[in-house]
Nanobody
């Protein structure tokens, strides 16, 4: 059983930065594509960024140029660097392994 443990969420002012981390147990991490999703209150979960097995990346239009997804296979960890945060980025963020595992979610609140 693979477990994903997220960290790094919190309260930040508009224009600020946060880095989310998601560490996976087991040995499957390096073989899987990865994604970050988010779900804002009253809205559906949406894909924010991903890296597929071939290394190609995807970003939601509204985060392009501000967010960066990355991975460290040696540490079984994936990251989401979020810069120039906006109030509309407020959501619970979830990490995902494409082979079918989810993190528990970490809350990001962008507010004054």
């Amino acid at each position: 059983q693979v477990q994903l443990v997220e960290s790094g969420g919190g309260l930040v002012q508009p224009g600020g930065s946060l880095r989310l981390s998601c560490e996976a147990s087991g040995s499957i991490f390096k073989f899987s594509g990865i994604s970050w999703y988010r779900q804002a209150p009253g809205k559906q979960r949406e894909l924010v960024a991903s890296i597929n097995r071939g290394g190609s990346t995807y970003y939601l239009d509204s985060v392009k140029g501000r967010f960066t997804i990355s991975r460290d296979n040696a540490k079984n960890t994936m990251y989401l660097q979020m810069n120039s945060l906006k109030p509309e980025d407020t959501a619970v963020y979830y990490c995902n392994l494409h082979v079918g595992y989810w993190g528990q979610g970490t809350r990001v609140t962008v507010s004054t």
